[in-house]
T-cell receptor, first 113, second 115 residues
Framework: TQLLEQSPQFLSIQEGENLTVYCNSS?????LQWYRQEPGEGPVLLVT?????EVKKLKRLTFQFGDARKDSSLHITAAQPGDTGLYLC?????????????FGKGTKLSVIP | EAEVAQSPRYKITEKSQAVAFWCDPI?????LYWYRQILGQGPELLVQ????????DSQLPKDRFSAERLKGVDSTLKIQPAELGDSAMYLC?????????????FGEGSRLTVL
C-alpha cells in the first residue's frame, strides 16, 4: 500500500501570509496531483506534476515535485480567504494493474480575513 | 460544463437498513470510481470500474457493500445492512483515460448518516 502523509493537518493563518504544505511518501509515484475541496463538495484538481524536480505555478500557488518523485509541496503566496479549503495530494501508481490515485488525509487551511 | 451527477446529496438512515447511491459520470468517461471520505480525512478508494468491469474492489467490504455498472455508464453503490461506522461522504469520480496523469472529476458526493 502506498501511503501519503500530509502536513500540517490543520493550518490557520491571516490573510496576506505565505504558507507551505507538504506531502511525503516512502513510495515513488508516477505522478502526483493536488486537489482542493470545499465543504460539501467534491475535490477539484489544481495541478498534476509528472517529472522529478518539476515546478508548476498557478497564480499564487507554486507546486513542486521532489527529485525522487516521493514528495511534493504546495506554497501559497499572500493567502486569501478564498484559498480556504482542504488541500489533498494524490499519488498515481499501479494497483491491480490499473491506474489508481492514493490520497493523503489532507491539510485543512483556514485563511482569516 | 459536463459534471458527475450523484444522488441523493444527503441520506439519513438507521443501522441495519439498506441504502443505495447513484452516480452518472461525465459522458464518454470509461473509468468510474467510488471513494469513501470520512470527515476530516482524504478519500479512500472502494471500487474502480473500467466500462462495466470491476478492475479493483480490494478495499470494498463485500459482506455489506456492492457496486455495479451494468451498461458501463451509470453506477450504483449499495450498503446492506448499514452500520454506524458507514457514516461518511461517498464520492463518485470519473476519468476519460487510464493514463497515470489522468484527471479525476468528482461529483458533489452523497453524505450518509447512520443513526
Amino acid at each position: 500500500t502506498q501511503l501519503l502523509e500530509q502536513s500540517p493537518q490543520f493550518l490557520s493563518i491571516q490573510e496576506g501570509e505565505n504558507l507551505t504544505v507538504y506531502c511525503n511518501s516512502s513510495s515513488v509515484f508516477s505522478s502526483l496531483q493536488w486537489y482542493r475541496q470545499e465543504p460539501g463538495e467534491g475535490p477539484v484538481l489544481l495541478v498534476t506534476v509528472v517529472t522529478g524536480g518539476e515546478v508548476k505555478k498557478l497564480k499564487r500557488l507554486t507546486f513542486q515535485f521532489g527529485d525522487a518523485r516521493k514528495d511534493s509541496s504546495l506554497h501559497i503566496t499572500a493567502a486569501q480567504p478564498g484559498d480556504t479549503g482542504l488541500y489533498l495530494c494524490a499519488g498515481a501508481g499501479s494497483g491491480a494493474g490499473s491506474y489508481q490515485l492514493t490520497f493523503g488525509k489532507g491539510t485543512k487551511l483556514s485563511v482569516i480575513p | 460544463e459536463a459534471e458527475v451527477a450523484q444522488s441523493p446529496r444527503y441520506k439519513i438512515t438507521e443501522k441495519s437498513q439498506a441504502v443505495a447511491f447513484w452516480c452518472d459520470p461525465i459522458s464518454g468517461h470509461a473509468t468510474l470510481y467510488w471513494y469513501r471520505q470520512i470527515l476530516g480525512q482524504g478519500p479512500e478508494l472502494l471500487v474502480q470500474f473500467q466500462d462495466e468491469s470491476v478492475v479493483d474492489d480490494s478495499q470494498l467490504p463485500k459482506d455489506r457493500f456492492s457496486a455495479e455498472r451494468l451498461k458501463g455508464v451509470d453506477s450504483t453503490l449499495k450498503i446492506q445492512p448499514a452500520e454506524l461506522g458507514d457514516s461518511a461522504m461517498y464520492l463518485c469520480a470519473s476519468s476519460l483515460i487510464r493514463a497515470l496523469t489522468g484527471e479525476l472529476f468528482f461529483g458533489e458526493g452523497s453524505r450518509l448518516t447512520v443513526l
